[in-house]
């Protein structure tokens, strides 16, 4: 019933010539662009390694797990933490995972990983408070009301002017001074970057049990950004949704990315690529178990 993840290897690499020649032949099988290929990505010997020699244990746990333990969100034993990259982020982001998510499944935890200083996942219904944030907060999520990426500093600018107008007196935390530093910013000048967008939620859960967090009232009110344009590579394609739906370490890659470019208006050279190093290797994986014919993407990425 199961095949050790050394056994899958061999056998793929046997399965190698045959992968080739079907990949010419059956071209409609094969995904017309692997947005994954051209990564700047650390070496990913050490979960070649890892993959080899199986589960290993967590640390913290004691838990067997391939890779990281998905419960206390370290690498195991036989992926020494200083062996994996370490992605600085422009900005924080909180992830809101819903309970009912499966830890074992869920890509949010490639973000805590990755970029630990950067990153928090919360379990629903126990989130923070974002309401006096909501001039440097923004919700990541599709819907009537989202804007994209590149409108993010208009509204959020919108955001500051509106409330310096209607301004409490009894909330003395709200800054004037930076109303004014805004207002006297025209946005369409290159050299100005708009106002600073802190930090970025992220909703992790299956798109049918989504609906209960986003209409949950601390979220309401939020600047909600869409990320139109990407495609998934997510093994775990959700039936019937059209595959501009991501899972949730790539929408947070897709995100910075075009923050990058968009918002910081600085050149993409590469600096976030890592928050996929576990992604595109688990992708590959399943990539190439597809091709081999075995069904073992469970076993080989838990
Ligand atoms: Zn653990």
């Keep these: 019933m199961s095949v050790s993840p050394s056994a899958f290897l ?5 399965n190698n010539t ?4 079907t990949k010419q032949s059956q071209a409609t099988f094969i995904a017309p662009e692997d947005p994954l290929q051209n990564l700047c990505l650390a070496s990913q010997e050490i979960l070649q390694k890892a993959q080899q020699s199986g589960r290993s244990k967590c640390l913290r746990c004691g838990g067997s797990r391939m890779f990281y333990c998905y419960t206390c969100c370290v690498p195991v034993e036989n992926v020494p933490v200083e062996q994996i990259p370490l992605v600085k982020l422009p900005l924080k982001i909180d992830i809101i995972k819903h309970p009912n998510e499966t830890d074992g499944k869920s890509t949010a935890i490639h973000a805590k990983l990755l970029a630990p200083e950067f990153v928090n996942i919360y379990t629903y219904p126990c989130i923070p408070e974002y309401e006096e944030k909501d001039h440097e907060v923004a919700l990541i999520f599709p819907g009537p009301q989202s804007i994209s990426i590149k409108d993010i500093s208009f509204h959020l600018q919108k955001r500051i002017q509106n409330k310096g107008k209607t301004d409490d007196p009894k909330r003395p935390s709200f800054k004037h001074k930076k109303t004014e530093e805004w207002e006297s910013c025209d946005l369409n000048d290159s050299k100005c970057k708009g106002p600073t967008l802190r930090k970025v939620i992220f909703i992790d859960s299956t798109w049918k049990q989504t609906n209960k967090i986003i209409t949950d009232e601390r979220l309401q009110g939020l600047l909600q950004v869409e990320l139109k344009t990407r495609k998934t590579c997510f093994w775990r ?3 019937g949704k059209p595959d501009t739906f991501l899972s949730t370490i790539e929408a947070i890659y ?4 075009d923050y990058h470019t968009d918002i910081l208006k600085e050149k993409y ?4 690529d ?3 190093f576990f992604y595109s290797f688990m992708y590959q994986l399943i990539k190439n178990a597809k091709y081999a014919g075995t069904n073992q993407t469970t076993k080989l990425t838990r």
């Design 18 to 21: 045959e992968f080739v020649e």
């Design 10 to 14: 061999k056998k793929n690499e046997e």
């Design 254 to 257: 897709y995100f910075l990315v």
């Design 269 to 272: 050279k590469g600096q976030y």
């Design 274 to 276: 890592n928050l996929l």
């Design 237 to 239: 394609h959700q039936k």
